[in-house]
């Protein structure tokens, strides 16, 4: 009876065994089609025809990370509110990434200038956030043409919104 304990609790093992380096294999191949294929794709036929004259490809997308969230007061009609909003920013390629990391006092500093200006009326509806964020996304465009020539951002993403 212990010989056949003891080879139930080896086929066990066996099985676990078994089960865990398939789950490592599956994992790594998961991660090398994941990261693996980020490679570029080779060209098309296209070099050749007359459609070679197409315009660029569009460069990765990168998200900057504001450090602290935005957290102010606004105005209402029975009281003030306090809101907090963490918020991303959408640039394309290393160059606009670099720009927008360089300047994000300022673009801090614009957004807060922005967000001051809502009302409570405007930030309790879904639409009036898309207008918040629109107006945002212009004003932090327009102070990054004034000193780096370039656009650099292109969405606010408000990645949480709290208001008490």
Do not use: C
């Amino acid at each position: 009876m212990a010989d056949e304990a003891q080879a139930g609790g080896k086929k066990k093992l066996i099985i676990i065994a078994v089960l865990a380096v398939v789950l490592l294999g599956g994992a790594g191949a998961g991660a090398w089609f994941f990261f693996g294929s980020s490679s570029p794709e080779p060209e098309t036929a296209q070099s050749g025809s007359a459609s070679s004259a197409a315009p660029a490809a569009v460069e990765s997308a990168y998200y900057v990370i504001l450090p602290q969230p935005f957290i102010f007061n606004v105005t209402g009609d029975a009281r003030d509110r306090l809101v907090q909003v963490k918020v991303q920013l959408m640039v394309r390629g290393d160059r606009n990434e670099a720009i927008a990391r360089q300047h994000i006092p300022l673009i801090e500093s614009t957004l807060l200038q922005t967000f001051g200006a809502a009302t409570v009326e405007q930030l309790r509806t879904p639409t009036g956030r898309l207008d918040l964020r629109g107006q945002s996304l212009a004003a932090v465009q327009d102070a990054l043409v004034k000193v780096s020539g370039r656009q650099a951002v292109e969405r606010v993403l408000f990645t949480g919104f709290v208001m008490q």
